[in-house]
């Protein structure tokens, strides 16, 4: 529940700014760290069936954030890949999200800070374990 309201709030104070939904800018940030990545495989990570990922990734691409393309290697898998222009909306919103958290962070006692640092790990865990269960559940 804390973390649904702490996400919920960070993609109010920033998300919008870029246009982008809470969906979108989720997409645009795993095709940025990755630079390309294949759709169907975007689909998994994202938890997303592929007709709506379709239509999420034409919106992203008609703003020029994305771009999709055949596989070199494969024609029948089709590639996103990050534009520039997708690039530095995604840094920028980026920056943004790091502010309202190191905004609200040093507000916190050294105590706290250590207890949510020692919680990054299970975190994490719990985060991977949650993304592979449910790309299994998908196939």
Same mark, same amino acid.
């Given at each position: ?59 992203? #691409? ?65 985060? #991977? ?11």
């Amino acid at each position: 529940m804390a973390l649904g309201r702490i996400a919920r709030r960070v993609d109010r104070r920033t998300t919008g700014a870029g246009g982008l939904t809470r969906s979108q800018f989720s997409i645009l940030a795993t095709v940025a760290r990755r630079e390309t990545v294949g759709v169907r495989e975007l689909a998994e990570i994202e938890g997303v069936n592929p007709t709506m990922l379709s239509r999420m990734l034409g919106k992203l #691409e008609d703003a020029g954030l994305l771009i999709r393309s055949p596989d070199p290697d494969d024609k029948r898998v089709v590639r996103a890949h990050i534009t520039d222009t997708g690039a530095r909306t995604f840094a920028d919103l980026r920056r943004m999200r790091t502010a309202v958290f190191t905004e609200h962070l040093a507000e916190l006692s050294p105590d706290r800070l250590h207890a949510l640092h020692d919680a990054l790990p299970a975190l994490e865990a719990l985060a #991977e374990q949650m993304c592979r269960r449910s790309a299994e559940e998908r196939r």
